[in-house]
């Protein structure tokens, strides 16, 4: 007898990041994107950018093209491929709010007030200021995740009761209905590094960061890149060593550098050893300058030929389509909906 082994299909994942800034920051390549990167090549990947989630709360439509946009040059010039990779935006794929409404339908009115984040976001500004978009924000989320029968869902633990109810209603509907979704897992990665504010290394690095300085855009001229790196806070002491508790601002330094050149954190302490704060500054602005650069010029290259990226999100929005369909389908026929003919194929 042969025996033929079929070589086992990746597993699927699937992650998105919400178009909330008008660039990327250092921080989120290294926490989030780099991951994504790497992912591609053992996974079956689908990133994409959840526009229909960004209008959930306030928002202004010039501003959420030109983010969607920055968005996503960013991602393809940080590495994300469009053809190894299924990378579109969300709305271009109907299927996500067609499934968001099906799964509207069987979630609970309790079960969905019971999510922190909406609590969070209303307790803050009132109840008459949440929109039933924001209520409706974690099933819609459910349908992005459960169209593409996704197994893995790589997201940060703010993200955890999300994936919980994804998962109940993945099995509500395969009970009530018939096997239809797969049931994703629950993958709460930990940042890979988490990086800290450059001029208030207790806070993360963040767009709105008390002072820019503290925060490198991936979009800004290198040269300011490299002047907020040599103008980090510092600690007290003169010795390079990796100690968040005691040396925060010279550890963060020391995990950005690790981070873009992928020495170990071990392996600069030696090479800086006996060696001064300013000496670490000036070869990781050199590293910074040297990563941010080529990023920055594909970005731009990427957004000065509109027609091309809109290709490439086309590209993506249709291989995602060829999956989100026959996904939908299924959900339609289950819960008794009428085929629709089109009237050219009956005449
Ligand atoms: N809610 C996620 C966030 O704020 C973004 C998101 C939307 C998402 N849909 C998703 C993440 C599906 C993973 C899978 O970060």
Same mark, same amino acid.
């Given at each position: 007898?042969?025996?033929?082994?079929?070589?086992?299909?990746?597993?699927?994942?699937?992650?998105? =990041?919400?178009?909330?800034?008008?660039?990327?920051?250092? #921080?989120?390549?290294?926490?989030?994107?780099?991951?994504?990167?790497?992912?591609?090549?053992?996974?079956?990947?689908?990133?994409?950018?959840?526009?229909?989630?960004?209008?959930? *709360?306030?928002?202004?439509?010039?501003?959420?093209?030109?983010?969607?946009?920055?968005?996503?040059?960013?991602?393809?010039?940080?590495?994300?491929?469009?053809?190894?990779?299924?990378?579109?935006?969300?709305?271009?794929?109907?299927?996500?709010?067609?499934?968001?409404?099906?799964?509207?339908? +069987?979630? #609970?009115?309790?079960? =969905?007030?019971?999510?922190?984040?909406?609590?969070? %976001?209303?307790?803050?500004?009132?109840?008459?200021?949440?929109?039933?978009?924001?209520?409706?924000?974690?099933? @819609?989320?459910? =349908?992005?995740?459960?169209?593409?029968?996704?197994?893995?869902?790589?997201?940060?633990?703010?993200?955890?009761?999300?994936?919980?109810?994804?998962?109940?209603?993945?099995?509500?509907?395969?009970?009530?209905?018939?096997?239809?979704?797969?049931?994703?897992?629950?993958?709460?990665?930990?940042?890979?590094?988490? +990086?800290?504010?450059?001029?208030?290394?207790?806070? %993360?690095?963040?767009?709105?960061?008390?002072?820019?300085?503290?925060?490198?855009?991936?979009?800004?001229?290198?040269?300011?890149?490299?002047?907020?790196?040599?103008?980090?806070?510092?600690?007290?002491?003169?010795?390079?060593?990796?100690?968040?508790?005691?040396?925060?601002?010279?550890?963060? @330094?020391?995990?950005?550098?690790?981070?873009?050149?992928?020495?170990?954190?071990?392996?600069?302490?030696?090479?800086?050893? #006996?060696?001064?704060?300013?000496?670490?500054? *000036?070869?990781?602005?050199?590293?910074?300058?040297?990563?941010?650069?080529?990023?920055?010029?594909?970005?731009?290259?990427?957004?000065?030929?509109?027609?091309?990226?809109?290709?490439?999100?086309?590209? #993506?929005?249709?291989?995602?389509?060829?999956?989100?369909?026959?996904?939908?389908?299924?959900?339609?026929?289950?819960?008794?909906?009428?085929?629709?003919?089109?009237?050219?194929? *009956?005449?």
């Amino acid at each position: 007898m042969t025996s033929s082994t079929t070589p086992a299909a990746k597993k699927r994942i699937l992650s998105g =990041a919400k178009p909330t800034a008008d660039s990327l920051h250092l #921080g989120n390549y290294i926490g989030a994107v780099r991951n994504w990167v790497d992912m591609q090549a053992e996974y079956d990947a689908v990133f994409f950018i959840p526009d229909l989630h960004a209008i959930t *709360v306030d928002f202004d439509p010039t501003e959420l093209a030109k983010r969607t946009r920055i968005v996503a040059a960013q991602y393809i010039a940080a590495g994300i491929d469009p053809d190894k990779s299924i990378f579109f935006v969300q709305s271009h794929v109907p299927e996500h709010a067609q499934l968001a409404w099906a799964l509207n339908c +069987i979630t #609970g009115f309790g079960e =969905a007030s019971r999510m922190t984040q909406f609590k969070d %976001k209303t307790q803050k500004s009132g109840a008459d200021a949440a929109t039933l978009g924001l209520f409706a924000y974690p099933t @819609l989320m459910a =349908a992005d995740i459960l169209l593409y029968q996704t197994d893995l869902v790589p997201v940060g633990e703010d993200q955890r009761q999300h994936l919980e109810l994804t998962r109940n209603l993945a099995q509500r509907f395969n009970t009530r209905f018939g096997a239809t979704f797969t049931v994703p897992e629950a993958t709460i990665v930990k940042e890979r590094a988490k +990086i800290y504010d450059l001029q208030n290394p207790s806070a %993360k690095m963040s767009k709105t960061g008390e002072s820019p300085n503290g925060t490198i855009q991936l979009l800004e001229d290198p040269k300011i890149a490299a002047k907020r790196i040599k103008s980090a806070v510092t600690d007290a002491g003169t010795e390079i060593r990796f100690d968040p508790e005691e040396k925060p601002g010279v550890s963060n @330094l020391l995990t950005i550098y690790s981070s873009l050149t992928g020495k170990s954190v071990v392996e600069l302490e030696s090479e800086y050893q #006996g060696k001064m704060y300013g000496h670490l500054k *000036v070869d990781l602005a050199d590293v910074v300058v040297d990563f941010v650069t080529p990023l920055r010029d594909r970005t731009h290259e990427l957004m000065a030929d509109p027609a091309e990226l809109d290709r490439l999100l086309a590209h #993506g929005a249709e291989r995602a389509r060829e999956i989100a369909s026959v996904t939908l389908a299924q959900v339609y026929e289950r819960m008794g909906f009428l085929p629709s003919f089109s009237l050219a194929g *009956v005449r």
